[in-house]
């Protein structure tokens, strides 16, 4: 396994001459997302609003599920046309099952308290790319080698991901727009975090 800072070096070499494809890819899954929902909602009147809002965050999944792995793609030096965002539609009910029940446990260890909460979604953050590189595993065993590739690199990508704190809050002084940048970074950083835990994975099995 790489360095903090190595990652964030890999991250930024992936992402050479190719920050404009990051930042359009997280806008466009901004915009359907976060964006649609909230502004046609309101005229819905107040019951109306909340379910709409409810079932177009579930409609959204699997394009939340195509984001990051559009990152993995981009890491990879394959196809990222921005149709790719939209791959998780060609297997909805996969993706869908395995977003949905991750949102679920993570809500539970929240619930439970804030602690649990993160560690399980630290056990389950792989899973989108398992999901992606093996076409035939169902999603509750996506969630289970992902939690199997977890041990003992928890701490490491928790690290990883709070190494970032300091850029979001710079972000926020641009009213956001830095985000569509930082996002692109951030994504890629973890997407090299998964191919080194693949790596080594493949190596203990062998």
Same mark, same amino acid.
């Given at each position: 396994?790489?360095?903090?800072?190595?990652?964030?070096?890999?991250?930024?070499?992936?992402?050479?001459?190719?920050?404009?494809?990051?930042?359009?890819?997280?806008?466009?899954?901004?915009?359907?997302?976060?964006?649609?929902?909230?502004?046609?909602?309101?005229?819905?009147?107040?019951?109306?609003?909340?379910? #709409?809002?409810?079932?177009?965050?579930?409609?959204?999944?699997?394009?939340?599920?195509?984001?990051?792995?559009?990152?993995?793609?981009?890491?990879?030096?394959?196809?990222?046309?921005?149709?790719?965002?939209?791959?998780?539609?060609?297997?909805?009910?996969?993706?869908?099952?395995?977003? #949905?029940?991750?949102?679920?446990?993570?809500?539970?260890?929240?619930?439970?308290?804030?602690?649990?909460?993160?560690?399980?979604?630290?056990?389950?953050?792989?899973?989108?790319?398992?999901?992606?590189?093996?076409?035939?595993?169902?999603?509750?065993?996506?969630?289970?080698?992902?939690?199997?590739?977890?041990?003992?690199?928890?701490?490491?990508?928790?690290?990883?991901?709070?190494?970032?704190?300091?850029?979001?809050?710079?972000?926020?002084?641009?009213?956001?727009?830095?985000?569509?940048?930082?996002?692109?970074?951030?994504?890629?950083?973890?997407?090299?975090?998964?191919?080194?835990?693949?790596?080594?994975?493949?190596?203990?099995?062998?």
């Amino acid at each position: 396994m790489d360095s903090i800072q190595g990652y964030k070096n890999r991250a930024l070499a992936s992402l050479e001459g190719k920050w404009v494809n990051g930042a359009v890819a997280t806008l466009i899954s901004l915009l359907i997302a976060g964006v649609i929902a909230p502004t046609v909602s309101p005229a819905m009147g107040e019951v109306g609003s909340s379910v #709409f809002s409810g079932v177009w965050q579930l409609i959204t999944l699997p394009l939340l599920w195509g984001e990051t792995v559009y990152f993995l793609l981009l890491i990879r030096q394959e196809d990222i046309r921005y149709e790719r965002l939209f791959d998780g539609y060609k297997d909805f009910v996969r993706i869908f099952l395995a977003k #949905f029940l991750i949102g679920i446990c993570v809500f539970v260890g929240i619930i439970l308290f804030i602690v649990p909460g993160v560690i399980i979604a630290l056990m389950l953050s792989m899973t989108d790319y398992i999901l992606k590189d093996n076409p035939e595993i169902s999603c509750t065993d996506a969630m289970k080698q992902s939690a199997a590739m977890m041990k003992g690199h928890k701490a490491q990508l928790f690290w990883l991901e709070l190494s970032f704190i300091g850029w979001a809050i710079l972000c926020l002084l641009t009213l956001g727009i830095g985000f569509l940048f930082l996002a692109p970074y951030f994504d890629s950083a973890v997407a090299h975090f998964y191919e080194d835990l693949k790596a080594e994975s493949a190596l203990e099995n062998e």
